[in-house]
């Protein structure tokens, strides 16, 4: 079967790509309302995908924002059954005269494939989709596959709760698979076990009732945007430590055996600099790199913005200055919570001279998956036949939190499959997704579903 599944992608690898490109070509940027129409025609296309592919039905469901679609093939109710879940929904594409080629007119070079969406998660989705095909035209599927692709994961996923409690019946299955995550590189592959949770926040800090001539104010009359960032700088101290009272009270402390054996990836400290063109790193004391983007909560300002901003000069005293703010949350931590402490601290050290608004947008929580469960055996699996590379398990710092919404409602563990890169610059600017990752994940995906059906079976 190994050969026959890769000799199936190599002959349809350019219609595959082909394909892909189509879909990428459809700008469906969820946060904004004027591609309200083509979040819909993408929703359509890779409905119409899964179709093709040999699903046995599939449609478009409808939910309080962008509709969902869902997909199956039940082969056998009596085999065991896996549900894959992604998302069609993009980043904006801002700034846009940052790329190097329009975002929503894929180019390929260097054997990568340019576009918004190309990694997260069009890609990977699509790599789905296609070995679901693959496995469609081979021979009778191993198991049952149901699919749940969702148009609404960047901007928080506030319906699919929802959508879950509804239907915990149709969504039945025995794992969840999720390719929405990153590899550590090609020669080492890796498998996400960690997630870091999230909690999002905009703060407005407001000074006089207008905005004033600088030269009559200035010096007289409290600066929202001097008093917003000498707040934001008051939140870290020397060594980065965050100094929100009880942000800490609840974080999961890993042992020194856990620490060394996350900290045996083959990372380069210099190449990573490299990559990113900074001469030094930065970060909490007392953490290597790699700890820091994995098992250490963060506070970051993501945005900020306030007084004029065009061309030319414009001397005045601003009325209100803004920040958007994400905090990175680890095990034991909950979004709600850590919302509530930075709203009171925000609010405490705010002099008098000005008034502040914290308004909370979403979060989730963070996930650990075992390594010892039939999923992750699975996945190891599929790894070492696609790869023959025994992937190494790894925590990764990004936010999915759908992960923990899957095991609340629908009791589920999910095995986090992803063939991205950290290189691949996900909600950057020139995003891309390696060809040679693209169709080795196929080939994995495959894998998978024969590995994890075997396993099931033989536990019963």
Sequence with gaps: MNQEIHSYIQENKERFLSELCDWLRIPSVSADSRHQGDVVRAAEYIKESLLAAGADKAELCSTGGHPLVYAEKIVNPSLPTILVYGHYDVQPPDPLNLWDSPPFEPVVKEEKIYARGACDDKGQVFMHVKAFELLNQLGPLPCNIKFMIEGEEEVGSDNLGPFLEKNKEKLKADIILVSDTAIFSMDTPSITVGLRGLSYLEVEVTGPNRDLHSGVYGGAVANPINTLCAMIASMKDADH????????????????????????????IDSYKKHLDIAEVEGEKGYTTLERTSIRPTLDVNGIWGGYTGEGAKTVLPSKAYAKISMRLVPNQTPDEITRLFTDYFHSIAPPSVKVKVTPHHGGEPAVTPTNSIGYKAAEQAFMQAWNKTPIPMREGGSIPIVALFERVLGLKTVLMGFGLDTDAIHSPNEHFGIANFLKGIETIAHFHFTFAQLQNETK
């Design 241 to 268: 430590h965050i100094t929100i009272p009880g942000f800490y009270d609840t974080v999961e402390v890993l042992s020194v055996e856990d620490r060394a054996a996350l900290n045996k990836a083959p990372f380069s």
